[in-house]
């Protein structure tokens, strides 16, 4: 893409701000799309029925901080026959990235996933077994429970294995454990916490149901046992979810509105307890992203106060 948008014999270091800028217009009203190509392009994988696509400032500036990060190890690379560094200094240092200004970040109420859950299980699928069609219910509903208690994100949650879960009890872990492998964490970290009672229950009901041992998945595709499920089919379950429960759909509101709704809901716990828990291998994401104001705790905030003596 940005071999594309610069030009394949622009030299890295005359990249100016006014390109940057340049880049920053096209990308997020639909001019370019992900790999620079043009509107109009035979290939342009943004075109919807001849319209282009606007993008969101976080994936512009995304873009924009991959560049940036490219060219600092560049500076920070030496060449062994000169031995100097393959640019003297980054180019781009200094260039403002494009901020979202109000980003949406839906934090999924309580009472919208109890109405959730109450419908799960009516949402089925098609399969066919010995050529003939059936239907039988979908993971929704096993997966909104590991979602809600857990606060981990989808993808992790359907590339679960069985041997990812612990069962042996312990005073830290009285109804177990997942180990959450790093080959599915956006830091390439493997975690282990403790799971509520009601996540184990749930666990042992869907093994049950599906009988699996070992490296088996705990979520495995209904087309191909071999292979978990992807995110984007429980993303239509819940889509279904809604319709069935009689929810209008919000923008956003999505798996990732769940994570927030778990991580808002344990303000009052530390945050590095809290990271841990849920997966964040920093704080400030944590707080930043994730845990959103509400206003009983605003209210708590104005009237819970510590009586101060001497103010230092």
Known sequence: MWSRFLGGKLE??????QKWQQFEEKRGSGDIDGRGLPFGHRDYNRLRKGKRVQIGARAVEADQRWLRTVLRWACSWTDEQTGRPLLDRNPVDGFPLKPEQNPARPVMS????????AVAKQVQREYTRSGVRKLERTYLHELLIIAHGTGRRITPICRLRWSDIRWEQSATQPHGAIVWPEDTDKQAKEW????SARVRRTLEAHRKRCPAVGDA?????????????????PLKWLREAEELAGLEHEPRMTWHSIRRAWATARKHHPDADVARAGGWSDTRSLQLCYQAADEETTLRVVLDSARLEKAQ
Do not use: C, H, M, Y
């Open 110 to 117: 309580d009472t919208r996933f109890e109405k959730l859950l």
């Open 192 to 195: 282990e916490a403790p799971i």
């Open 217 to 233: 998945w705990v979520f495995p595709s209904p087309r191909n046992a071999a292979i978990p499920i992807g995110k984007n089919q």
């Open 12 to 17: 890295a270091s005359r990249i100016t701000r």
